[in-house]
């Protein structure tokens, strides 16, 4: 009896060991997953199949190791750790802090698995709870991956405003690497959108931190600058930054750099193979401009076999790129989301709308389906498709004079377009002018808006007013377009002449 007794007390006293160096360790992690989260997954890897954690150390331990490896640049193919913390904080009232983070952390991991739908709405849910919490450290994680989110589908006006709330959190951090981090990224998204005036002042902005950062942040500033130096005739100074920016951290906006350079100094065959290696980018608009630019010079030189395979490539890229599109549904998400924290309604109701929206693409796509393959339609049914379609031109015609609308009038206020205004009239022009939407593929965001907005005879004042410009700069774009588009030469009046009767057509 004796040794029994003493048996059980060894097991309680190895039990309450084994618990309290499991609260020292996840303190120790947490205090240092913001900072230090390399060190952080290494400390927390020998535990990953522990079976004797309580539930709350288990929870715990999922969203901190999870969060160790997002914030080391690592990632996991399984979301069962952080599911099951993001299940037990949920049940857990009380603790924003946690939840929201453990949301956000899955919706990373739903994000790489191209669940998009449920992982922004996962972020969106961490970006609302952690609204009132003073927490800089995640709220620039939190801001950053939102920003990059809409960077990925082409939303640049929310993408600026979450990186500008990035930035703000990492200045309240103190912490250089973050801020030039996220200044890099400001950067970029005004070189997507050709403002060039906005790269170079944000690319100086992080210029003092130069010396104290390094690796691929380092790396993305130099690139940065050598965009802006190129932009300015500086090929050389530019080179030189591309050159150190590669010996750091190779990108692939860098190397397409210095293809473009390679290029200016008439070196066709490097230029060629940085083409080459570039197809294989994960930028769609990098790969897509590096195959262009491949077959063009495989078709100067007569290499038909080579321009047939690479187009047959280029083919397949574009085909994944629709198969995955999914912005216009991650920008009305966001939106949708955003209109319901107003109304301060809850969530599920937003997962209601959803499924609604999924049930109802799924059913349009069967009735497609069923459509496509019936062969002896009836005149009835012929007629009644018809009269569906001749429903649906009225009802754009309806909803584009609405839009066009609301355009004129915020121009008129000196108001910059919306982004579900400018969506809705891209989509609605392309759903009237199919042969438009081919025609712009090769135009940036900026110069799609500008075409758009000339076409249904918008002035270049208000053209400016919506889109941050000068009328000056909206002038020197339609010029430029008259000849990128449709290899003309003249004025921005013969423009504007070209692409309304190429869009009466």
Same mark, same amino acid.
């Given at each position: ?55 709350? @150390? ?32 949920? /049940? ?8 929201? &983070? ?24 961490? $970006? ?22 809409? @960077? ?59 010396? @104290? ?22 090929? /050389?100074?530019?080179? &030189? ?23 200016? $100094? #008439? ?51 574009? /085909? ?8 216009? #549904? ?9 209109? /319901? ?52 031109? &009225? ?84 010029? &430029? ?25």
């Amino acid at each position: 009896m004796k040794r029994i007794l003493l048996a059980l007390v060894a097991l309680v006293i190895a039990g309450c060991s084994h618990r309290q160096s499991h609260n020292e360790l996840l303190c120790r992690a947490e205090q240092m997953v913001f900072n230090r989260p390399d060190s952080v997954v290494r400390m927390l890897f020998p535990y990953y199949n522990d079976t004797t954690m309580t539930a709350v @150390d288990r929870a715990l331990y999922g969203l901190l190791y999870t969060e160790a490896l997002h914030r080391s640049g690592l990632s996991t193919s399984s979301d069962s750790l952080i599911r099951a913390s993001r299940n037990y904080y949920e /049940q857990r009232h009380g603790d924003d802090e946690h939840l929201s &983070r453990a949301l956000l952390h899955h919706g990373i991991v739903l994000y790489r698995q191209h669940q998009t739908h449920d992982a922004v709405l996962a972020m969106k849910r961490a $970006e609302q709870l952690s609204g009132d919490l003073d927490l800089p450290a995640f709220k620039w994680y939190l801001y950053s991956v939102l920003g990059d989110v809409n @960077d990925n589908v082409g939303n640049y006006a929310l993408t600026l405003s979450y990186y500008k709330q990035a930035l703000n959190a990492a200045r309240k951090c103190r912490n250089k690497q973050w801020t030039v981090q996220t200044l890099n990224n400001i950067a970029m998204t005004f070189d997507m959108l050709g403002e060039k005036d906005s790269l170079r002042f944000y690319t100086e902005l992080a210029e003092p931190y130069y010396e @104290d950062i390094d690796g691929e942040v380092r790396a993305t500033y130099l690139v940065n600058r050598a965009s802006y130096l190129l932009s300015t005739g500086q090929r /050389q100074d530019a080179k &030189r930054c591309l050159t150190e920016a590669r010996a750091i951290s190779p990108t692939d906006r860098g190397e397409k750099l210095l293809a473009d350079i390679y290029v200016a $100094e #008439g070196d066709m065959a490097a230029a060629a193979e940085q083409w080459y290696h570039l197809t294989g980018s994960f930028s769609p608009d990098i790969a897509i401009q590096s195959y262009r630019q491949l077959i063009a010079y495989m078709n100067s030189y007569g290499d038909l076999r080579g321009v047939g395979e690479f187009s047959q490539r280029l083919n397949g890229v574009y /085909q994944r790129l629709y198969e995955r599109s999914d912005a216009a #549904g991650v920008i009305a998400l966001q939106a949708q989301f955003d209109d /319901q924290l107003k109304e301060r309604r809850h969530y599920r109701t937003a997962i209601a709308l959803l499924s609604a929206i999924l049930f109802v693409i799924l059913l349009s796509a069967i009735i497609f389906w069923v459509s496509r393959r019936r062969i002896n339609l009836t005149q009835a049914e012929l007629t009644q498709m018809r009269r569906k379609n001749e429903r649906e031109l &009225r009802e754009n015609s309806r909803q584009m004079k609405d839009v066009v609308s609301r355009l004129h009038s915020a121009a008129g206020k000196g108001m910059v377009a919306s982004a579900d205004d400018m969506n809705a009239l891209a989509q609605l022009t392309f759903a009237m002018r199919p042969g438009l939407r081919k025609l712009m593929s090769q135009l940036s965001v900026k110069e799609q808006q500008v075409c758009l907005l000339t076409a249904h005879s918008f002035l270049p004042t208000e053209i400016a007013n919506l889109t941050i410009s000068t009328p000056q700069a909206i002038t020197n774009t339609r010029v &430029r377009l008259l000849k990128k588009l449709f290899n003309e030469t003249g004025g921005a009046k013969d423009f504007d002449i070209v692409i309304k009767e190429y869009f009466s057509r």
